[in-house]
Structures are given as structure tokens and as C-alpha cells.
């Protein structure tokens, strides 16, 4: 049987957009809490703001977006909040103060929760199901490598010059990200014209959605604390490469766990996936030198590298076309929640304990979360059987 197309212009130009999406948000994401200490004078409280109200409208508007999806579009939509978020970042160069920049954060983050959540949608939609894994596994690499690019280049640049040219060069990415949306044809679809109140939230998507968060509460501590660790173990020059590492590994490993997710189901991936997830982080409290340090960064690329796309395509699964902006949008917002929650929980912690004994003990978190798993496949399984039962009827 021939295989259904994969990499159709669609796929590749969303793809892209996203990429460019990410590389903006990753690249002010390590740098502007910086930027609001250095250029602008603000406490460490007032910087760490910096973030949390970009992600808190995030988690607000996602909620709205699917909804809106259903009733004016997909593009539509996703041209509105790729401009959003192009504009926004556009914006900043105009400001040099602490609250109105901590509005267009605001405002930035609306776009982003906006832009994350239509293109995830659209991806769903255009992957032929019976490769469904193995697309949404590469759909994802492209913020996995914005992951290390964006951080790259905002702290090569933070380095030498003004934090302006960083704003410069995210506008660029940000408008790069909108030609791309724009460019990009969809099949005509179906609005819902009727105005009946629609929820905001996909129960059937909640059981994956509640595991993922619970994973990315773990996942959340690496990102947040990676450079004080590193630091602490006198690693700082080797941490600018471990989202490499990372990377790498990821890549190398993506053809395989996606087309192994598609042929022979996903528990195949996901259980090996958090055994590695653990291992990982085992190793990450471990290190002492760069070889444990880089072994942690590949074992973890590929444990929450793998289970991120899994855990995706099954929210997307479990539930009707139609409600997938939806389910997407659920699932997104309970990350957002885990990986807040995880830095604001570790952050308290790490005042009384060494980040490497809370990095080991989290591997005994990430062990059980293979319960967590079983319980919500089952859930999703459930809800998988009654959608495909509904299509049928």
C-alpha cells in the first residue's frame, strides 16, 4: 500500500511558521527577564513578570480560541494571532518602561496562546490519520528546535549588543512566521453559525491533558533552572549546549518513535519514553562532569521529546474532527499550568535543597507517572472508541 502524503506544502509551511513562532519565544523568553534588571531598572520580582504574564494570557485565551476557530476559520484565525503576535513584537523597540512593555507582554502572550493553538489544530487536520504519529512527532521538532536556536541567538546577541536588536531581530522572525501563515491555503471548511454556548474546554481530552501536565511539572525544572545548576556544578560553559544535545538526539530519534506510535500503538513509545524521561533526570542529578551532563540532556530529549507529540496526537484523537481546535486548546492550557506550577514548586524548593537532589528525586515522580499513563489510556481509549463509534453512526 503507498504510503499517504506527509510533507505537502501545508505541512511544511505551518511548520515553518512555527518554527519561527517558537524561535521568537524561546529567544525572549531567556532574555528579557534580563533585559528588565538591566535596561529598565526593575526588580527580580518585576523581571520574573516579565514571563508569568505572558504565560498567564496564554492559558487565558486558549480557551476562547477554540471556539472562535469553529466559527470564523482556521486561517482566519491563525492570520489574526500570527499578526498579534507580529505586531506585538514589533512594539517593543517603542517602549523603554517597565508597565507598558508588561501590557505587550500581555498582549504578545495573547497571540502566542492564539497562534499555538490554531496551528497545532491545523496540523491535526491535515496529517493523514494513518500516519498521525509519526506527523505530529515532526510537527513538534520544529519548536524543539527553536528550543536551541532562539536561546542561541537572544544570549549571543544579549552578549554584544543592545537589547534592541534582539527586539529587531524577533519582529523579524515574528513577521517571517505571519508570511508563512498568510501563504498557506486550507480546504474550504464549515463555520458554526449557530450561536449556541459551546464549551471551551474538551472533557474527552482532559485524561491526557492532566498527564502531560504532570510530566512538564518535572520537565519545567530543567528549563527554568538548568543554567543555575549548571553553574552549581561548575558546568556553566557546557549548559549553552545541552538543549543541543538535546536536539540532536531528538532529531535522530524522531522518524523512529513516530512511525513506531503509527504501526504499533502508543504504549509501545510512551512507557520506554518515561523510563528514559526518568533515567535522565537521574542522571542530570548525578552529574558532576560533562559526560553524565550530556548523557542526562540525550536521555531526556528523548524521553519528553517523545512523549510530548504522543500525548498531542492522543488528545487529538480522542475526539471529533471538528472538536479538535478544542481539545488542542486543552491540552495546551494544562501544559502551560504544569510548567508554571513546576517552576513556581521548584523555586521554593530550591532555597532549602541542592537543584541536583531535587533533579534525582524527580525521577522517582517521573517513574510514577507510568500509573498516571495507564490511567488516562484507558480514559482516552474510551473516548477513542465512542468518537470513531459517532463517525460510524
Known sequence: MEKEVLWNKEFIFISVANFFLFVTYYALLVSFPSAAIRNYGATGMIAGLFTAVFLVAAIIIRPFTGPWIERRGK????????????????????FDSVIPLLILRFIHGIGFGMATTITGTIIADIVPESRKGEGMG????????????????????????DIYVLFWIGAFFAFTALVFGVATRLEKEEKTTIMKKQSMFEKAAMPISLTVAFFALSYSTVLSFMAIFAAERGLGAESSFFFAVFAVVLIFSRPFTGRWFDQYGANV??????????LGMLSLGLAQGAFLFFIAAGLIGVGWGTLFPCFQTLAIQSVEPKRRSVATATFLSTLDIGIGGGSLIVGALAGGMDLGMIYAFSSVYIFTGMAVYYWAQKKNAISIEGTQQHREA
Open 75 to 94: 486561517r482566519f484565525i491563525m492570520i489574526i494571532s500570527l499578526l498579534i503576535f507580529a505586531v506585538a513584537s514589533f512594539s517593543y523597540s517603542f
Open 138 to 161: 515532526y510537527f513538534v521538532m520544529s519548536s524543539n528546535l527553536a528550543m536551541v536556536l532562539g536561546p542561541f541567538i537572544a544570549l549571543t546577541i544579549f552578549r554584544a549588543f
Open 269 to 278: 513509545v510512551i512507557f520506554p519514553a518515561i523510563l528514559l524521561f526518568g
